[in-house]
């Protein structure tokens, strides 16, 4: 799809303007080598990866419902804490191991076939033999690492998404929009306030002895960059699941359903696409997402606790609004401008550090000023 010339203009003064700061910072600061550069670059490609996944979390939802879904941070939360007890506690006792994979794998079975319509019986036993032996395997047998985890949790997680759609979304579903926002705040603090119930209320460690912690370097002239693998996987990650999800939406039959109910839902459904199934399958993707997201978070700073998707759940958001909300790629685009804003200014400017959670929302605010589309979504003004 071709971008629009105001599109192209406004992202050409923004990185620009950008760009033109940050060389000029470079020139002010004489020990900002290329080596900081260097590991400048990493980290804030790292972070605005996890701010991307995030994103498209939202954007995903609003562009199907039109409801910003402000519990989404807290299902990033319950992404990180399922992979947590997952590497944690494994491998469980066989009782126990047998308990959880019918509770976890029987859920996400009966959500998976509601979701891809699988009325066969031969098809629904060709899914829950493998899906539950695996679990089964995983829980009971050895302790999981990182990927591992990270597929058990993205499992949990979806479930859990579209259990909130069926609770919370589902029963509003002709009801005013006010009233699905109402709902959305109730519940992110309902979650948030279980989390610290169920989980505890204190910081948990979280530093899993993987290949994602262990440290690397590499030298750049006289000094050397000092970073971990999770700095290079979460950018791949990033990249392998957007791929993945471009190919869905865009060449699979549920994926043109999505986008007929994301134009619109009323013909939609009268055309025959089960907007019900629709609604659910994208908070089971965005779900998806979140909990890819809320593990590499995770492991990347090094701790857990209940309310860990607050402020990088609200951060998402501005990325989303900043690029576009609605626009796939405008998610992208704005986790990746907040990340690189973030990570840059704090280094040029130190004196900032402690402001450094204020940027996202500056942005967020000149963007509505100027822009209220984001920079690559669509222009939704009404003509009279």
């Not at 004489?30 to 990493?42: E, I, M, N, S």
């Not at 579209?162 to 705040?185: D, H, K, N, Q, W």
């Amino acid at each position: 799809m071709r971008v629009p010339i105001t599109t192209r203009g406004t992202l050409f003064v923004v990185l620009a303007v950008f760009f033109l700061l940050v060389g000029w910072r470079i020139q002010a600061l004489p020990d900002y080598t290329l080596a900081r550069v260097v590991q400048d670059f990493l980290n804030a490609l790292t972070l605005g990866s996890l701010y991307a996944l995030i994103a498209l979390g939202y954007t995903m939802v609003y562009g199907i419902i039109r409801l910003i879904n402000f519990a989404h941070g807290e299902i990033f939360m319950l992404g990180a804490y399922f992979a947590f007890f997952a590497m944690v506690l494994t491998p469980l006792p066989l009782a126990l191991a047998l308990l959880t994979t019918l509770l976890l794998g029987g859920t996400a079975l009966l959500v998976t076939r509601s979701l891809f319509n699988l009325e066969s019986p031969k098809k629904t036993a060709g899914l829950a033999f493998p899906l539950l032996v695996g679990i089964f395997v995983l829980l009971g047998f050895r302790q999981l690492g990182w990927i591992e985890a990270l597929f058990l949790s993205m499992i949990a997680t979806a479930v859990s998404g579209v259990l909130l759609e069926l609770v919370a979304y589902r029963p509003l579903r002709g009801a005013p929009r006010e009233s699905m926002l109402i709902t959305a705040i109730a519940a992110s603090f309902f979650l948030q306030n279980m989390g610290q119930l169920v989980f505890g209320p204190y910081v948990k460690g979280f530093n899993p002895e993987t290949v994602l912690n262990r440290p690397l370097s590499f030298r750049i002239g006289p000094e050397e960059v000092y970073f971990t693998g999770v700095l290079l996987v979460v950018p791949l990650i990033t990249g392998l699941l957007l791929l993945l999800l471009n190919f869905f939406v865009t060449r699979t039959r549920l994926g043109k359903a999505m986008r007929a109910t994301a134009q619109d839902a009323e013909v939609a459904q009268m055309m025959g696409v089960n907007v019900h199934q629709v609604i659910a399958l994208t908070f089971f993707i965005g779900s998806t997402l979140a909990a890819a997201a809320g593990v590499m978070y995770a492991i990347r700073f090094g701790q857990i606790h209940p309310l860990m998707g607050l402020l990088p759940g609200i951060k998402a958001f501005a990325a989303a609004v900043i690029g576009g909300i609605g626009s796939l790629p405008g998610a992208v685009l704005g986790g990746l401008l907040l990340g690189f804003i973030e990570i840059y200014v704090v280094s040029l400017f130190p004196t900032l550090s402690a402001y450094k959670d204020v940027f996202a929302f500056v942005l967020l605010i000149l963007i509505l000023l100027f822009r209220p589309s984001g920079l690559i979504g669509e222009d939704l003004t009404e003509k009279v």
